[in-house]
């Protein structure tokens, strides 16, 4: 049953226009909104906005809520803390769930004898692996790729590799990071143009002794969902390794079962040094984290990681229910199973002749995408199509995000207990919003 076009809470009358004009009145307009709604309900994949209108929703926080909206037993979980303590900061009293999510986490990394401490958000997570690698190493360079994406604050807007928004108008940025080649064959880019352009920095910009960490996504989140290569990932362990270099992996957005694997990291066969996790660690309660070899975290002196919040008790609870739930309901194997079909129908739409061009179709799991482009057949990006498609999408109900170096690509994040009927609802939509922005 819908809100209406409008509810009342307390005094207030509340709808979509009304809370964005005190929006704009009262939030900074640096942050940005990829939809005009408010949501005020959310269960699984369904959310109901302000005006009581129903969406499905395949962005998900940003790939946050791979359980879903509102897990009954995340949920469960994070209530019965808060019944016992909200807070008490970690590095003052200690509480077991702290303990119990690292050793759970130490268990399913790829990394023999880890170590874990959290923090609270990815870009949080990515500073503390930087200052761990530069304090094992005792050296200031870090190289990250084209297209990355890292975080917002200073160091990590720096290490992401596109300026706009990120870091637009916010000057050089932090010292010593560099940029590498992010193999794309399909837009000319090969695993072998993408090493020799790594082996470039090392000849024109930093020498390789001189380099902490290079620090990659395995699979580029908005930088537009390219899986790194498996020879590509174990050539720069390899490099790494040569040259006594940290090899740092990404997992904010591609962990805890989004990409059929519990880690996108398990598709390459390697161990990495340090990898930095967050997103759907918590089912939406904010916590990230930093797991690696315990021979590297143990050379940051006691003090020197932590933070107020870090860990906190609350997200630590909702983050031993999400593991539990993806184990419960075998959501790694769901992850599969679902992006399979997904990919299968979306190469389906590609073939019509009605809808927009679309590129190259590729997944991880579920973590999906596609390019518009510009010609049927084609790889020439077509970004001005891509807003045309989401907002038919919305006026629909179904709420998607655009992303990609060349801003031509669509993602699409359901959650991974999406039922079926309404995944199929959800690419109903997505095909419609297709064939009206083709017809405009």
């Given at each position: 049953m819908g809100l209406g076009s409008s509810y009342v809470t307390g005094n207030k009358i509340m709808s979509n226009s009304s809370l964005l004009e005190r929006r704009k009145a009262a939030v900074a307009g640096g942050v940005a909104n990829a939809t005009p709604?408010?949501?005020?309900?959310?269960?699984?994949?369904?959310?109901?906005?302000?005006?009581?209108?129903r969406y499905l929703d395949f962005a998900q926080g940003i790939a946050v809520n791979n359980t879903g909206h509102a897990h009954p037993k995340v949920q469960a979980a994070a209530k019965a803390q808060i019944d016992n303590f909200s807070h008490t900061a970690f590095q003052v009293s200690m509480y077991e769930p702290y303990i119990e999510l690292a050793e759970k986490i130490n268990a399913i990394v790829p990394i023999r004898d880890a170590q874990s401490v959290f923090f609270s958000t990815g870009a949080e997570a990515v500073e503390n692996a930087v200052k761990i690698a530069r304090t094992a190493t005792g050296r200031?360079?870090?190289?990250?790729?084209?297209?990355?994406?890292?975080g917002r604050s200073a160091l990590t807007s720096t290490m992401t590799g596109k300026i706009a928004p990120y870091r637009a108008g916010a000057g050089l940025g932090a010292a010593a990071v560099y940029h590498a080649p992010f193999p794309i064959p399909h837009h000319g880019i090969t695993v072998a143009d993408a090493v020799a352009g790594l082996h470039t920095i090392f000849k024109t910009d930093i020498e390789p002794c001189d380099v902490a960490a290079i620090v990659i996504e395995p699979v580029q989140g908005e930088g537009g969902f390219y899986q790194a290569p498996k020879e590509f990932m174990q050539e720069?362990?390899?490099?790494?390794?040569?040259?006594?270099?940290?090899m740092?992996?990404?997992e904010v957005q591609s962990g805890f079962a989004r990409t059929g694997r519990m880690f996108a990291t398990d598709y390459a066969d390697i161990e990495p040094d340090l990898m930095t996790i967050a997103k759907a660690m918590g089912s939406g309660y904010p916590i990230s984290g930093v797991?690696?070899?315990?021979?590297i975290l143990e050379k940051v002196n006691p003090g020197g990681l932590g933070g107020t919040?870090?860990?906190?008790p609350v997200a630590c609870a909702a983050s031993l229910a999400t593991l539990e739930v993806i184990e419960e309901e075998k959501l790694v194997e769901r992850s599969a199973q679902l992006g399979a079909y997904m990919l299968d129908r979306l190469n389906k739409i590609k073939d019509r002749d009605d809808v927009v061009p679309i590129g190259d179709v590729r997944g991880v799991g579920m973590m999906v995408a596609f390019e518009l482009v510009k010609e049927r057949g084609g790889h020439t990006p077509d970004p001005d199509i891509v807003p045309k498609v989401v907002a038919a999408a919305l006026k629909r109900g179904l709420i998607i995000l655009s992303c990609g170096y060349f801003a031509n690509t669509v993602r699409l994040l359901a959650p991974l207990t999406v039922p079926t009927d309404q995944l199929d609802e959800a690419l109903d939509i997505l095909e419609a919003a297709l064939q009206e922005a083709a017809a405009a």
């Open positions: 709604l408010f949501i005020e309900k959310a269960k699984n994949a369904e959310v109901w906005d302000a005006d009581g209108k200031p360079g870090v190289i990250t790729f084209r297209g990355a994406f890292h720069l362990r390899a490099i790494c390794d040569a040259h006594g270099i940290l740092v992996c990404d797991v690696g070899k315990r021979s919040y870090g860990g906190n």
